[in-house]
């Protein structure tokens, strides 16, 4: 796998592209080296600027990380990085550089210290703004600061966790008029 | 469309309805009229009990409802129901009964007051545990008390919007080796 050309995204879009739930890996630096942590407990918050909320373990290596730099991104991978999704949520960065041992491509972000993962089709650049809940529900509340997109790929599938392993991928696409954004 | 028997779903699975990003619909009660509202803007938060996060803007009629009542239901619609979910989203319970308008079933529920939507292949009743970035972000923090489930339906079909009406419906599943839960 190689690391593909992205453009900016507008960041009005970027609830289109975490609004339908997809899984997504969560890449971090502590200084010393990046890691990646798979993640599907995230929401939008608000559109523009784009707000989310994410799920970080504590029982994690990413964890701490988030809370001492306050900075990660979001990738959004495709099917085709399925293996390499459930690969890199069945082991922990404190005795891995899973970028090095999965063949990921780190690539520098624009305003965050943590870098993008290449191979992914979408890329959001956060920065942390409330930890109010972290303690309690390990909850962040992250603004998407930039956002990058691969547009080769006309039509990315990606997927949704169902627990155990199970993902279910994107199918058909349907289009209802609709008054809501 | 009529409603369906629905057997009660063990709680340490209601993560595996919600984690791949479904819409929902959220059905309240003001003691008066049940109202519905569509979202997607949720996500989990712990496994058992089943704790989710859910926004829910203040500029709609459910907001105020919820934060008085502190009890929602999030049902979950098949591909089936995506007319009536984009109905729902598309006008304010202030002035219509939605469940009278779009010929749905509020069917009781068993832990809270808000109806069930009985065409909804399955329900998670929910209580509001903390309300502490709700003003700020409109952000609620739920436990689910109770899940329902329609057994009959073995292949389902979510919904999961991507903005302005354009909704990517559950396509194929693929199962992977996973440590994760």
Redo the contacts between chains.
């Keep these: 796998m190689t690391s593909t050309v992205k453009k900016t995204l507008a960041l009005a879009?970027v609830?289109?592209l975490l609004?339908?739930?997809?899984v997504v890996l969560v890449s971090t630096t502590n200084g010393t080296r990046p890691n990646i942590m798979?993640m599907?407990?995230?929401?939008?918050?608000?559109f523009e600027p784009p707000?989310l909320?994410?799920?970080i373990s504590n029982r994690g290596f990413t964890f701490d990380i988030v809370k001492k730099t306050k900075e990660l991104v979001l990738n959004i991978p495709t099917?085709e990085l399925?293996?390499t999704v459930?690969a890199c949520?069945?082991c922990t960065g404190q005795s891995v550089d899973k970028f090095k041992k999965f063949g990921l491509t780190p690539t520098p972000a624009s305003l965050v210290q943590a870098p993008l993962i290449g191979e992914c089709y979408a890329n959001l650049e956060c920065k942390v703004i409330?930890t109010?809940?972290a303690s309690?529900?390990?909850?962040f509340?992250c603004e998407v600061v930039h956002a990058w997109i691969d547009r080769k790929q006309l039509h990315p599938?990606t997927?949704?966790?169902?627990?155990?392993?199970?993902?279910?991928?994107?199918?058909?696409?349907?289009?209802?008029?609709?008054?809501?954004?």
Aim: hydrophobic content about 35%.
């Design positions: 879009k609830y289109q609004e339908p739930g997809p798979t599907s407990w995230h929401m939008m918050v608000d707000i909320a994410c799920v099917v399925a293996k459930v949520g069945n409330d109010k809940l309690k529900y390990n909850i509340i599938r997927i949704h966790h169902h627990g155990n392993g199970t993902f279910v991928v994107d199918g058909p696409t349907i289009k209802l008029p609709s008054k809501m954004k």
